[in-house]
């Protein structure tokens, strides 16, 4: 057993992840390498090797001859039957080749053979490792700034995010971690080349797939995405299950959830709105939070006209037109934005929508408010039972809402006069009541207060 040679190879698929079979057979072709490079060629050597021990032997294959013209290829019969007396003529003989004796170069030569296998798999490896990973999210870690563009570190190989994948104002220190999506992954002859970008819209959406459970397994899905990078995010989402708010569950609790990705985009905002088969509706939530009086749409061309009050133009545009411009990524329609006044002036609304619209607003605020008054202040006071508090037959003095002629002997208490703390009167009050316009019979009722 070659027990050195399996314990290198053992060491070698556990560091650089190349199988044994890989290294064992970089090695045979590395022998007959240094078989050619000795002797010149090598079309009659063959190679043993057991797999299990690591043990190999070479050997030259000659034919038995009469008379040798090619010493390589050929063996005469008087040789042949040296070695074993059985041969005849036309026998193929199997010579033993000590790897010992090769020269210097031959040996350098099979050496370096060897190693450039190995470099060879080790970055199939690694390729293979980070195709994989391709339209997916990487974690690397921030080496340094070549010109505009940034060296990262993604753990086995390295990658640069170019000036062009930048968002536009974000910085980078030494050893930062920073989450990448890679776009395309290349294998060239120094490596493989990996691509990366913080631009790209579907970085959002591997986010929200990394902190949405739901996103994750499928219930909701994001149907459509439109992103400024540094700026603003709208997506669509949509629930396969009717119990699940697909809006909701990507903002969290108190919004964690989407405040965590807000968080590692570096501030930028996201508008979480639900998707529609319904273009016009689509079109509606796409523009919130500016509301929308109607939507036209046409599936066929693509294209939408949207009408909105006159003081939500601006904000169903946004600054310099960004809204209205991710809506229209979002969609994929074509969206003419028009305020009232300018629908109007089109003709896409009556010249009198106006005052139809605010006909419509007055006419329903005076019914709402008839009823209301209605409700609030019946006429005859049945419903609420006010008719036995407020008798009909009250005296015209003003009050006899708080002091009822018959049966009310708790106003005294309720109305303490000025100086009278436990709100009793005495016979000089009730005079004084007297001489002011009040009859005899209120008298009574202040002096039964009193007893």
């Known amino acids: 057993m070659n027990t050195e040679l399996l314990e290198a190879l053992n060491i070698l698929e556990k560091e650089k992840e190349i199988s044994k079979e890989t290294l064992l057979d970089a090695i045979e072709n590395s022998l007959l390498n240094a078989c050619k490079n000795h002797f010149g ?36 019969l008087e040789d042949a039957r040296n070695i074993d007396g059985k041969y005849e003529l036309g026998d193929i003989v199997q010579i033993p080749i000590e790897s010992k004796s090769f020269g210097r170069i031959a040996t350098q030569n099979a050496k370096n053979l060897i190693l450039q296998k190995i470099r060879e798999e080790e970055r199939k490896v690694v390729y293979d490792q980070y195709f994989e990973k391709e339209k997916d999210i990487v974690t690397g870690i921030v080496q340094r700034y070549i010109g505009r563009n940034v060296s990262i570190n993604l753990g086995k190989a390295d990658a640069m995010l170019t000036e062009n994948e930048q968002v536009k104002g974000e910085t980078f220190k030494p050893t930062e971690r920073v989450k990448l999506y890679v776009v395309e992954v290349k294998n060239t002859t120094k490596g493989p080349k990996i691509l990366v970008s913080r631009t790209h819209p579907e970085l959002v959406k591997r986010l929200f797939e990394a902190e949405v459970t739901e996103v994750k397994d499928g219930v909701v899905e994001i149907k459509s995405i439109a992103r400024e990078a540094g700026s603003r995010t709208k997506i669509a989402v949509w629930s396969n299950d009717p119990d699940v708010d697909p809006v909701g569950a990507c903002v969290g609790m108190n919004g964690s959830r989407v405040n965590t990705i807000v968080n590692e985009l570096r501030g930028e905002k996201i508008d979480i709105i639900n998707w529609s088969d319904n273009p016009a509706i689509l079109i509606e939530n796409a523009l919130s939070p500016a509301k929308v009086i109607s939507v036209m749409a046409d599936p066929d061309d693509k294209t939408a006209g949207v009408i909105v009050p006159d003081y939500q133009l601006s904000l169903a545009i946004g600054k310099e037109g960004q809204n209205a411009r991710l809506a229209a990524r979002l969609t994929g329609y074509k969206i003419d934005i028009k305020s009232e006044t300018q629908a109007i ?21 005076e019914e709402a408010y008839e009823e209301g008054y209605e409700e609030a202040y019946p006429e005859d006071g049945e419903e609420t039972g006010y008719d036995e508090a407020y008798p009909e037959d009250v005296e015209d003095a003003g009050y006899g809402e708080a002091y009822p002629e018959d049966g009310f002997k708790g106003g005294a208490q309720e109305y303490p006069q000025d100086g009278d703390e436990d709100g009793g009167q005495d016979a000089d009050g009730a005079e004084e009541f007297a001489q002011d316009g009040y009859e005899e019979e209120d008298e009574i009722i202040f002096q039964e207060v009193e007893d």
Do not use: Q
Not at 345 to 365: A, I, K
């Open 41 to 76: 060629k090598a079309d009659n050597i063959r190679v043993i090797m057991d797999r299990t021990t690591c043990d190999y032997r070479l050997f030259a294959e000659k034919t038995v001859v009469e008379d040798v013209e090619d010493k390589l290829e050929e063996i005469s």
């Open 345 to 365: 002036e089109s003709g896409d609304l009556p010249e009198n929508y106006l005052e139809l619209s605010e006909g419509v607003y007055e006419e329903e605020y």
